[in-house]
T-cell receptor
Framework: DGGITQSPKYLFRKEGQNVTLSCEQN?????MYWYRQDPGQGLRLIYY?????DFQKGDIAEGYSVSREKKESFPLTVTSAQKNPTAFYLC????WGGGQPQHFGDGTRLSIL | GQQLNQSPQSMFIQEGEDVSMNCTSS?????WLWYKQDPGEGPVLLIA?????ELTSNGRLTAQFGITRKDSFLNISASIPSDVGIYFC????????????FGGGTRLMVKP
């Protein structure tokens, strides 16, 4: 089935540790996005990528890093510099341009041990 | 970043009632989108609106793209328990890489 797969579903981070969240899509979408969602809040953009080997900061990029080595994959690393990483992280993708809507994965919930 | 003004923030209704929620913005958008998010899941696209004044239905859901392109509403008719969740509006600029600006969400609770 075509779709966006995020893994793991739940992730725990120790103090001072970097963790990486996976996002894979088989929809042949050009653009991929990472959002953060806090309880009772809307979605805030962390990073996005239009094409392979290119990505741009969103509204809340500090403490996060990404890579886009393959069209299908857009992993997000939550670094130790992110002091409040507990949140629900959502990955989305779409075709670049033409006003196509974004489609979302099922999210990863990150918590601090 | 900018957020859309979405209201109400939450609603608690009786099964069978109709529901209405709306979003407004100071900016003009090319596209308005409505998503539903179940607890612990990602948002799922319900309706996409591409033209000012457009009225679109998807089963019991009806949404309209405001004529000024600065607002949109979503109606749910004859609500059922599985309508429970958080509904988000999102505005999209076509020439900005399909970037989305989200509303704060409307939490819908349905009493059987």
């Amino acid at each position: 089935d075509g779709g966006i797969t995020q893994s793991p579903k739940y992730l725990f981070r120790k103090e001072g540790q970097n963790v990486t969240l996976s996002c894979e899509q088989n929809l042949n979408h050009d653009a991929m996005y990472w959002y953060r969602q806090d309880p009772g809040q809307g979605l805030r953009l962390i990073y996005y990528s239009q094409i392979v080997n290119d990505f741009q900061k969103g509204d809340i990029a500090e403490g996060y890093s990404v890579s886009r080595e393959k069209k299908e994959s857009f992993p997000l690393t939550v670094t130790s510099a992110q002091k409040n990483p507990t949140a629900f992280y959502l990955c989305a993708s779409t075709f670049w341009g033409g006003g196509q809507p974004q489609h979302f994965g099922d999210g990863t919930r990150l918590s601090i041990l | 970043g900018q957020q859309l003004n979405q209201s109400p923030q939450s609603m608690f209704i009786q099964e069978g009632e109709d529901v209405s929620m709306n979003c407004t913005s100071s900016s003009i958008f090319n596209t308005w989108l409505w998503y539903k998010q179940d607890p612990g899941e990602g948002p799922v696209l319900l309706i996409a609106l591409y033209k000012a004044g457009e009225l679109t239905s998807n089963g019991r859901l009806t949404a309209q793209f405001g004529i000024t392109r600065k607002d949109s509403f979503l109606n749910i008719s004859a609500s059922i328990p599985s309508d429970v969740g958080i509904y988000f509006c999102a505005g999209q600029f076509r020439n900005a890489g399909n970037m989305l600006t989200f509303g704060g969400g409307t939490r819908l609770m349905v009493k059987p």
